[in-house]
């Protein structure tokens, strides 16, 4: 372990502080959609998307309804595309380079491994009686295994079923030709489809609704809605027993999956073992489900050098009757395989002769192939300054499903950017950021990966004496997703051919899907699904968040939503020139309170007062050129570079960059990404609790006085009370700050004006400039009251200069918690238990009531505060600040600037 780790973990030697230095019912639908009906009129929350409803009306102890989209399918466009070229699958195994050396058996073996004496409970729903005899299937099997993903196809490749995230859709294509069959507006935010055995029907999990549909007659040009269930919260994905008799369900943030009996659309069993469950694939005997935030490491012994994540797990379960196609079986925890930390082969920029470890992070997707398990990830190398090529990576990890030991052999784990920089010539590589999914040619060894950031499929070949990058026989290291002047941009799933010879892909960004052909390694064509149901600024930011290409990052390295998947956290805490700073979910950024649209103030320390300043971190973080830069030596041509230097790159308070425009390169593009980024919706509060438990919690909040900060509908009272210009910065800077009356001492942390440093005055002083009304010292900084192994934590990317924070912290929401953690700026806190229990942050959460969580009832008050903050999302009923002082945050209530007086002289 390096130097600069060891005091931190001798002082406090937990799973929870290494991350310090790392820094419901069914309802009867049938006949629903046998209309034809409008698009649905809901869109994200955010300025010009619609918002969420306000709910400061609920009583204190009621829940908002979920919102409701409407369920129906649409007519096919006309005019919409077709390949009447395109020809019915041939059967070839992939293409021409594919010989027999490709081919393997088939199929997974079976695995019986000691089960776990703690098994699952069942919530909600009490699973029938297990059966003692496992008849035979009656209909047909799924020939493969079953996975989730967001493009999937009917047994005979005729039908292509994809969602449409964005437009609360799927749409239904002719696997033969790509013509539409319809578009089926199903709820919000589908993430993930199945098509079940018989081909005729599908099963959606729609995130945003917290719900699972299932729509028949899809091969059809009128499929019906027929059952839809609630489910908890975010769920992300969905895969079927091989006879189709059981649909189950990831609960990401609930942290379940729901086995869910499809003949009647209804829970069985509740599975509760994993924390956050996500990539998932169920065959006749196992169910794989991936956790998607790596694991922590327990003890500094398990450690690597500079590693934050120990490991990723792939969680198994098993029926106890042994087969998954029994509807209501009940499933039970067996042997999990982890995947390592392992050396990036990147070399560290401050430790010289020293390459970064890379851990496990962002487990998006699991695959079994012939005995083999695959999961493609995000790795993570959190330490030293953030840089483009040095702490995101594309991974793939493999196992033996029947060892259940991860495969670091030549045929094993890969970095996919190692590859890339080993195979293509420097002017082409495509680090292929944001590794989604990955699918197999049916009886190969052949695997195909989509990169969503470098909007690319990856082939690789694991066979032989080591992994095939890309096609010798046809010389194609990369499969560009463009054809017939129409592009695939976002890709989030890939579905082959099970007759082989090709492959459809889903674009998340573009609202289409590409199909492949494998023999000439190329996108063959593009079909179009849905439109979008957002404005076409936000079309465009949800282009730029997802691409690392072009001005956005040096070679698809990396893009905003590797650090914010689903525009939320990637739970890592990095070191940034201000300090130890988590990664914070963006869905909070704008809302609608009391009808109007209130933007937060970014950044942990107050520092940046719109999108437009993150220009900065496209440029010195991603690696990608300066789209919002003022007078452009090179007028705009060098677009496509990335550029390093950053003393003078203008940004934060002291340069609103708004106003610069004169010159810019593409100065409306931070305009579309604010109006995407305002559109992202907070994660959904878990809903299988105790509800009287929450209301209890809820009650311990203001007894706490939590809402001081953490009040009104956003649960922050961070908020933006000025227009930023340059006018505008520059007269805050010299008007005085006075915190208001029910502030206790020691809040403000010796401000004097609105925007100002930290303490100008004192000896701590620290830039860059802070927005003083939304910055709390509420004991925060570092850990506790140890000044020394504070000092040690609270470093900037230097790893020697003091970081900003001592004088408070903005304020964050507390929206999305059970997929957030760890806690607090520099990750310190592992779990909710460990913020509400450890002497090390006791001054936080006594803050605003001394005795707060103390005396005989506190360990049932910290277990029902932790229930309420868990359930918190934009629908909960708000909490507000006492009077006399309405909301506390300090801030006026707006600001004016004078204008100047009229020169009067001749």
């Not at 000691?114 to 009656?138: F, I, R, Y």
């Not at 047994?155 to 609360?168: C, G, L």
């Not at 020139?577 to 009391?594: C, D, H, I, V």
Request: hydrophobic fraction near 35%.
């Amino acid at each position: 372990m390096h130097p600069r780790h060891k005091s931190l973990m001798a002082a406090l030697g937990s799973r929870a502080l290494w991350l310090t230095l790392s820094t419901m019912a069914f309802s009867s639908c049938s006949d629903i959609g046998d209309v034809e009906t409008e698009a649905p009129t809901d869109v994200p929350y955010g300025p010009g998307a619609g918002g969420a409803p306000a709910h400061d009306d609920l009583g204190a102890g009621g829940y908002a309804p979920t919102p409701t989209t409407k369920l129906g399918p649409t007519k096919p466009d006309d005019s919409s595309q077709s390949d009447p070229s395109a020809s019915t699958p041939t059967g070839d195994d992939e293409s021409s380079d594919t010989d027999e050396a490709d081919r393997l058996d088939g199929g997974t073996p079976p695995v019986t491994p000691t089960p776990k004496s703690d098994g699952p409970q069942s919530m909600d729903a009490a699973p029938p009686d297990t059966p003692t005899t496992n008849p035979e299937p009656e209909g047909p099997l799924l020939s493969r295994p079953s996975r989730c993903t967001s493009i999937d196809l009917s047994e005979d490749d005729s039908v292509v079923a994809a969602v449409n995230t964005d437009a609360n859709s799927v749409t239904f294509f002719s696997g033969v030709n790509g013509a539409q069959l319809s578009t089926v507006h199903v709820g919000e935010q589908p993430s993930a489809i199945v098509v079940h055995p018989t081909g005729k029907t599908a099963f959606v999990v729609n995130r945003g609704s917290r719900t699972v549909v299932r729509i028949d007659d899809i091969d059809k040009t009128k499929p019906r809605i027929t059952a839809e269930l609630e489910v908890g919260a975010e769920p992300v994905c969905g895969a079927l027993s091989p006879d189709g008799s059981t649909l189950f369900v990831t609960e990401w943030a609930e942290g379940n999956i729901a086995v869910i009996d499809t003949a009647k659309l209804s829970l069985a069993q509740l599975i509760d073992s994993p924390y956050n469950p996500y990539g998932l694939t169920v065959t006749g005997e196992l169910i794989l489900a991936t956790e998607f935030f790596g694991d922590l490491a327990k003890d500094e012994a398990a450690l690597g050098e500079d590693t934050m994540f120990e490991a990723g797990v792939v969680r198994v379960f098993e029926p106890t009757n042994g087969d998954t196609n029994v509807a209501g079986a009940h499933f039970e925890e067996t042997d999990p395989i982890t995947f390592a930390a392992r050396d990036s082969t990147f070399p560290d920029p401050l430790l010289d002769d020293t390459n970064t470890t890379v851990g496990p992070n962002q487990l998006h997707s699991v695959m079994l192939n012939a005995g083999k398990v695959y999961v493609t990830a995000t790795g993570t190398a959190p330490f030293g300054p953030p840089r483009f090529n040095g702490n995101v990576f594309p991974m793939i990890y493999v196992a033996d499903l029947e060892k259940r030991e991860e495969d670091t052999g030549a045929l094993g784990t890969q970095n996919l950017a190692r590859m890339v920089a080993d195979n293509m010539a420097e002017e082409d590589r495509n680090f292929a950021a944001d590794l989604l999914a990955i699918d197999f040619v049916p009886d190969t060894a052949v695997g195909y990966a989509v990169s969503r950031g470098g909007d690319i499929v990856q082939r690789l070949r694991f066979d032989g004496d080591g992994v095939e990058f890309g096609s010798k026989a046809t010389g194609v290291q990369q499969i560009g997703l463009s054809s017939g002047g129409s592009s695939c941009q976002a890709p989030t799933g890939i579905a082959t051919f099970h007759a082989g010879g090709g492959a459809w892909v889903n674009c998340f960004a573009s609202f289409n899907i590409a199909r492949l052909d494998f023999e000439t390694q190329s996108t063959k064509a593009i079909f179009d699904s849905d439109e979008p149901n957002t404005s076409d600024a936000i079309n465009r930011g949800r282009r730029f968040f997802h691409t690392g290409l072009n001005r956005w990052s040096s070679q698809a390295w990396s893009s905003c939503a590797s650090c914010h998947p689903n525009g939320l956290s990637d739970n890592v805490t990095y070191r940034f020139p201000a300090g130890p700073r988590q990664s914070t979910e963006l869905g909070s950024s704008f809302l609608y309170e009391n009808g109007a649209v209130v933007q937060r103030i970014f950044n942990w320390t107050g520092i940046f007062d719109e999108i437009h300043d993150f220009a900065a971190n496209t440029t010195l973080v991603q690696g990608g050129a300066r789209p919002l830069f003022e007078g452009a030596d090179d007028g705009c041509a060098g677009n496509t570079v990335g550029f390093t230097a950053g003393s003078d790159f203008p940004g934060g308070l002291d340069t609103p960059m708004q106003d610069v425009e004169e010159g810019s390169c593409t100065p409306d593009d931070f305009d579309d990404m604010q109006a995407y980024v305002a559109s992202i919706r907070p994660a959904r509060g878990l809903v299988r609790q105790d509800r009287d438990a929450v209301q209890r919690g809820r009650e311990a909040f203001e007894t706490g006085g939590c809402q001081n900060c953490h009040g009104g509908s956003r649960t922050t009272l961070s908020r933006l009370f000025f227009e930023p210009s340059e006018e505008v910065n520059t007269a805050l800077a010299s008007t005085p700050f006075a915190p208001p009356s029910g502030w206790l001492p020691g809040w403000s942390s010796n401000r004097e004006s609105q925007i100002q440093v930290q303490d100008p005055n004192g000896a701590t002083k620290q830039g860059p400039a802070q927005v003083s009304c939304v910055i709390r010292q509420v004991g925060t900084f570092g850990v506790g009251s140890d000044r020394e192994l504070s000092d040690g934590i609270e470093l900037r990317n230097d790893n020697t200069t003091r970081a900003q924070g001592e004088g408070g912290y903005n304020i964050p929401s507390l929206y999305g918690l059970a997929v957030g953690a760890p806690y607090l700026h520099h990750g310190g806190a592992a779990t909710l238990e460990d913020l509400f229990s450890s002497s090390a942050f006791e001054a936080h959460w006594q803050a605003a009531s001394a005795n707060f969580l103390t005396g005989p009832n506190a360990d049932q008050q910290r277990s029902d505060l932790i229930k309420y903050l868990l359930a918190l999302d934009y629908y909960t009923p708000s909490t507000h600040p006492p009077a006399p002082d309405p909301y506390m945050d300090g801030c006026p209530s707006h600001f004016e600037v004078e204008s100047p007086t009229p020169n009067t002289d001749p």
